[in-house]
């Protein structure tokens, strides 16, 4: 008799496996949607509101500070509670707080309102990459998890029009507004997304697993399969402890994530918080930064599908190991140009290859932890990436105090690449085309008694 994994990875791609692809990747850009609006509302608000660099640094840090907060706990919850319950709470919880950002009336109202938004930001991608990779057959489970995470581009670009088309008609406020629609959607998601059955099954609740799986098969049109009988006491589900990411199963894989996490956060968050505010202070007017970044964030989008297509094919190592590679010179170059058209070259370089990375770091950290833990080990290190996100605004900040000090920042990206580039290099390992319960029952996942071997996942 299969197990639940085993049918659930037997399935052929089918509509089913495009709905939650899409339900997820819209959620994804909802995120990017509300992280990126700040971005650029950022540089409007250096005139209205005659913000300091270092206070533009704290804003786009107290963001972070909620997206650190946001992973540990939403993981730690989908883990415990269901990866359904915390992807609608994350998804209310941000779009609701980007509305308050624009009813803000000072600077610490909207600093309370932003860390309300980057919990939501930061508590939505560990449940979502743990959702999709849970759901999706093991030779498209790559791609797929790359495809998510394309939606961030999609809801950065949105959030480009946004700030080249209404803020400076309509000012800054109605993009915060525009920004908290998604919240609308919500009755549809407690409607249309199924709970995990490889989750349901860690919990024990094997007839709600066979009951999901089931109406996928019927969905589809496949034989369904036999409901699993119940775990015996020896099998019993098992319960995540930190310390566990620190053991001799998970160590090399967890100080790779999180040196993984921190350097990409921290590149990040430093370069695309800062991009529209550091063009201004370039010499670029408003409106031609934003020219400027607009097609930064179309290229996005093929670096996503590139990275996609990729990676299934000559695996997460080697693409985002390359496309680090390739990020870390554009980096170099992008803070050495000089005319216009060196820096819309060298900048959809360093976004194309930056986020096409993005998208492959999400789907080789879903691919490290077993079920029980999947959620929390991927948003402890994502919470410890945010770490580096803190910190990168407030260095930025600091470093631009001087005038002409462009070059020096990404100077400093270089070296952080670089270092992100040789950790993947180095301590990273391959994923390719490996079922969940492969890469993970030698790594501390809980072991089934013979008994419970061909009835329980």
């Not at 939650?20 to 509300?34: H, K, P, Q, R, T």
């Not at 030779?139 to 394309?150: E, F, I, P, S, T």
């Not at 919990?203 to 996928?216: C, M, N, S, T, Y």
């Amino acid at each position: 008799m299969a197990t639940i994994t085993e049918r659930l990875s037997s399935l052929p791609l089918s509509r089913f496996h495009y709905r939650m692809l899409l339900i997820l990747a819209f959620g994804v850009a909802c995120e990017a949607l509300d992280t990126g609006i700040v971005a650029f509302v950022l540089a409007k608000m250096i005139g209205s509101w005659n913000l300091s660099s270092a206070q533009i640094g704290y804003i786009g840090s107290m963001g972070l500070v909620g997206m650190a907060c946001g992973a540990i706990l939403s993981g730690t919850l989908a883990d415990r509670i269901g990866r359904k319950k915390m992807f609608i709470a994350t998804t209310v919880m941000y779009c609701l707080g980007t509305g308050l950002c624009g009813l803000a009336w000072n600077y610490e109202s909207l600093l309370a309102f932003r860390f309300i938004v980057g919990a939501g930001v930061g508590g939505q991608p560990p449940v979502a990459m743990a959702m999709m990779g849970e759901f999706a057959p093991p030779r498209h489970r790559g791609k797929m998890l790359v495809v998510v995470n394309a939606g961030w581009a999609f809801g950065w670009l949105t959030a480009s029009v946004l700030a080249y088309t209404v803020i400076p008609v309509y000012g800054w406020q109605i993009a915060f507004f525009i920004g908290a629609l998604p919240v609308l959607v919500v009755p549809y998601l407690l409607r249309a997304l199924p709970e995990s059955p490889m989750y349901l099954v860690s919990k024990g609740r094997l007839d709600e697993a066979h009951a999901v799986v089931a109406a996928i098969e019927r969905e589809i049109g496949v034989p369904v399969g036999q409901p699993p009988k119940a775990l015996p006491q020896t099998a019993a589900p098992k319960s995540f402890s930190f310390l566990e990411l620190w053991s001799e199963p998970f160590l090399r894989k967890t100080v790779c994530l999180w040196i993984l996490w921190f350097g990409m956060v921290y590149a990040y968050y430093g370069m695309f918080t800062w991009l529209p505010s550091l063009l201004v202070k370039s010499g670029h007017t408003l409106v031609r930064s934003f020219e400027y970044l607009i097609w930064m964030t179309m290229v996005q989008i093929p670096g996503y599908f590139t990275a996609a297509y990729l990676v299934d094919r000559i695996g997460r190592k080697a693409t985002m190991g390359s496309f680090l590679v390739i990020c870390t010179f554009a980096a170099y170059m992008f803070g050495n140009a000089k005319t216009g058209a060196e820096i819309i070259t060298w900048g959809c370089v360093l976004s194309f290859f930056n986020l096409g990375a993005w998208g492959i770091t999400h789907t080789y950290s879903s691919e490290q932890y077993p079920t029980y833990a999947r959620a929390s080990g991927v948003g402890f290190a994502a919470a410890f990436g945010r770490c580096g996100g803190i910190i990168a605004p407030i260095v930025v900040g600091a470093i631009m105090t001087e005038p002409d000090k462009v070059n020096a920042v990404f100077m400093m990206f270089t070296i952080v690449l670089g270092i992100v580039a040789a950790n993947i290099l180095l301590l990273g390992q391959e994923t390719m085309n490996k079922s969940l319960d492969e890469l993970t029952e030698k790594r501390g996942a809980p072991t089934p008694t013979p008994a419970a071997t061909k009835t329980a996942d």
